[in-house]
């Protein structure tokens, strides 16, 4: 099972953005999908656990879903603000393994 | 409040050991698994292994890391070990500890600091 994620996204300040996580090889929706933001020099953080559940503290800005016609998990981010400039990742898990990442999104918040 | 406070950097050269320390506070220490992960310089996240702390010895480890991770506990300290032999260049990475939330799905609640190892000649 994969999750693959777009290299790079970019919006400005104020606006709306959709970083996806898309499953391979297996249904995506069959176990829970996490995000993390990372900020640079920085350890991950949570921003989504359990496909669309915000841990104490995150900004109600912070949604997740998903949607099984595409197999994909999406992260969005409303009233996008200079400092959710980082890396976001999704993480789920597989039969093979506990622990799947996706290859990371860096968002530029112009 | 949940911290996990790990050991500084290192620099070690190909075919030695390191071995990492993660020391836990603010929660039940055997309550929680924790996992370690790896991230390359400008890559992505790489699932090392995880053990459960309750003194039982439970752990697994990533395929590719099964001879050459041991991960250990001690409640006294409530501190991780996580010990990779045989460094290769490669190896070269920030590593993390994760407390996983054990709700059931892999959910990593709260990381430490990072650990950098450095594996140069």
């Known amino acids: 099972f994969i999750l693959t994620q777009p290299h790079s996204v970019s919006e400005s300040p104020g606006k709306t953005v959709t970083i996806s996580c898309t499953g391979s090889g297996g249904a995506i929706a069959k176990n829970y999908v996490q995000w993390y933001q990372q900020r640079p020099g920085r350890a991950p953080t949570p921003v989504i656990h359990?496909?669309?559940?915000?841990p104490l503290g995150v900004s109600d800005r912070f949604s997740g879903s998903i949607d099984s016609t595409s197999n994909s998990a999406s992260l969005t981010i409303s009233g996008l603000q200079p400092e959710d400039e980082a890396d976001y990742y999704c993480?789920?898990?597989?039969?093979?393994?506990?622990?799947?990442f996706g290859g990371g999104t860096r968002l530029t918040v112009l | 409040q949940v911290q996990l406070v790990q050991s500084g950097a290192e620099v070690r050269e190909p075919g030695a050991s390191v071995r990492i320390s993660c020391k836990a506070s603010g929660y039940i220490f055997i309550n929680h698994y924790i996992h370690w992960l790896r991230q390359a310089p400008g890559q992505g996240f790489e699932w090392l292994g995880l053990i459960n702390p309750n003194g039982r010895g439970g752990a697994r480890r990533a395929p590719r890391f099964r001879d050459r991770v041991r991960m250990t506990t001690d409640a006294s300290t409530t501190t991780v070990y996580m010990e990779l032999d045989s460094l290769k260049s490669d190896d070269t990475a920030v590593y993390y500890c994760?407390?996983?939330?054990?709700?059931?799905?892999?959910?990593?609640?709260?990381w430490g600091q990072g650990t950098l190892v450095t594996v140069s000649p």
């Open positions: 359990k496909d669309n559940r915000r």
């Open positions: 994760a407390r996983d939330e054990s709700s059931g799905y892999t959910y990593f609640d709260n």
């Open positions: 993480q789920s898990l597989d039969s093979n393994s506990p622990v799947i």
